[in-house]
């Protein structure tokens, strides 16, 4: 891997990378098939799935069956909506959009968290509405699909499992159908007992023990990529240890205007000002540091910037 790529210098004794690789760093971006097949695989699968339950819940009259057919359609949407990002987050960066479009991976990830709350909402004001009046439906038909329901949800999140730590897209994928797995075998439970003892208000309670479910595995997603659309640090990068680093560095007297901001969901950036008075820093000083801030703590883009004197440090207004 190329730990060099896009990482502008400017120096004032103009000592100045020339390894700019400006285009090609989108290998944190979901690049890899594997990703984007299970992508693709899931939809599929999910929305042969979305028809089924839909049709069926029309036949039988089964509202519990309707409603988690929407519940489903919303996350075959927001599957869509990432692979479309992610495909999009590919493209080369232009006069307009420097840096690509990376960045739609986050408002991606930001607007599936909240559609998956909207959802939710829908539900419950379904649940609510079903607790007082009670409607009689076929448990034994309402079991079985939604049985199949959690073969196929299980089975796509099962191709998400093992990147879900690396992208928040994959990890927002691998919730929405982990709760949807949860949420059918809720199905599949009223559904028998319904089935035995005409308790058809069931139906409502399981429901609203699936929307507890659901908002606690969403709160996360909705959280992390509010903070990356807020150009917050990422999680996982300390700001404190980079600032400590670049401190200890040979000759820096003072570090300041340090912005660490997540380009896309993988992929981090990081601008900083280093006053070196003394030391005549080289294209190799600077090299180093982009390699450490690229192995050590995850910075796939730095730029940095040397000053010689104190005077110039307060640029609040500035940069």
Known sequence: MNHNHNNHIHSDDHHHDHGHDHHHHHHGIMSSQKITRAFVIGIILNMIFVFAEAITGFVIHSLAL??????NLSDVASLGLVLFASNLAKKKSNENYTYGYQKTTILVALSNAVLLLIAV??????????????????GNIISIIAGIGIIINTATALLFLKDKDKDINVRGAYLHMASDAVVSAGVVIAGIIMFYTSWFWLDAVISIFIIVVIIFSTWGLLKDSLRLSLDGVPMGIESNAILKYLYGLEGVVEVHDLHIWAMS???TALTVHLVIPEKVTTDNFLINIKQTLFNDYKVAHST??????????DCDQRC
């Open 66 to 71: 309707l409603t988690d057919a929407g519940h």
């Open 304 to 313: 940095i910037q040397i000053e010689r004197s104190i005077e110039h440090g």
């Open 265 to 267: 969901t993988t992929e």
């Open 121 to 138: 909402g829908a539900i419950g004001y379904e649940a609510v509405h079903r607790i007082m009046v009670p409607e009689p439906v076929k």
